[in-house]
């Protein structure tokens, strides 16, 4: 007869199995997943809720089409460089330095396109800059200064 107790043995849960599985689910989704850093960002330029400004006679009017021409007080101009511009914008402004010149650009239209109008005023000494946008509504045109 054995009267000592015995010596049973616990069972034990090894951990190193459970670990293997999940570090191969987390590489598996770590490779799975797309980062898409800029995808989501969608922006629709410009839209304000200004209220119209009334028309000003010392101001020069330059349209920024989608596809990258200028058309500065509704005449089309022949080329894209920022001399162009320059030269057009002091001959629009007739040396009068007090002229308000509104960009109006299209909302596809590049930032590139609009930089070349904002340099090319700056260039011909014309410091009063605003933009023209639509209401969210669907009204007129209205002017925020910048």
Same mark, same amino acid.
């Given at each position: 007869?054995?009267?000592?107790? @015995? *010596?049973?043995?616990?069972?034990?849960?090894? #951990? =190193?199995?459970? /670990?293997?599985? +999940?570090?191969?689910?987390? /590489?598996?989704?770590? #490779?799975?997943?797309?980062?898409?850093?800029?995808?989501?960002?969608?922006?629709?330029?410009?839209?304000?809720?200004?209220?119209?400004?009334?028309?000003?006679?010392?101001?020069? /009017?330059?349209?920024? *089409?989608?596809?990258?021409?200028?058309? =500065?007080?509704?005449?089309?101009?022949? @080329?894209?460089?920022?001399?162009?511009?320059?030269? $057009? #914008?002091? +001959?629009?402004?007739?040396?009068?330095?007090?002229?308000?010149?509104? =960009? *109006?650009?299209?909302?596809? $239209?590049?930032?590139?396109?609009? /930089?070349?109008?904002?340099?090319? $005023?700056?260039?011909?000494? +014309?410091?009063? =800059?605003?933009?023209?946008?639509?209401? *969210?509504? @669907?009204?007129?045109?209205?002017? @925020?200064?910048?």
């Amino acid at each position: 007869m054995n009267f000592r107790p @015995g *010596s049973r043995d616990e069972p034990e849960i090894n #951990l =190193i199995p459970f /670990i293997d599985v +999940l570090l191969v689910v987390l /590489i598996f989704l770590m #490779l799975t997943t797309t980062y898409s850093k800029f995808t989501e960002l969608q922006v629709n330029l410009p839209v304000a809720d200004a209220q119209a400004q009334r028309e000003n006679p010392q101001e020069v /009017i330059v349209s920024v *089409s989608n596809d990258g021409r200028y058309s =500065i007080n509704k005449q089309l101009l022949e @080329g894209s460089g920022v001399e162009m511009l320059t030269r $057009a #914008l002091s +001959l629009s402004a007739q040396d009068n330095r007090e002229v308000v010149v509104v =960009i *109006s650009a299209d909302a596809a $239209a590049t930032h590139q396109s609009v /930089i070349n109008v904002m340099d090319a $005023a700056r260039r011909a000494g +014309l410091v009063q =800059i605003t933009f023209a946008t639509q209401q *969210s509504s @669907g009204g007129k045109a209205a002017r @925020g200064k910048s």
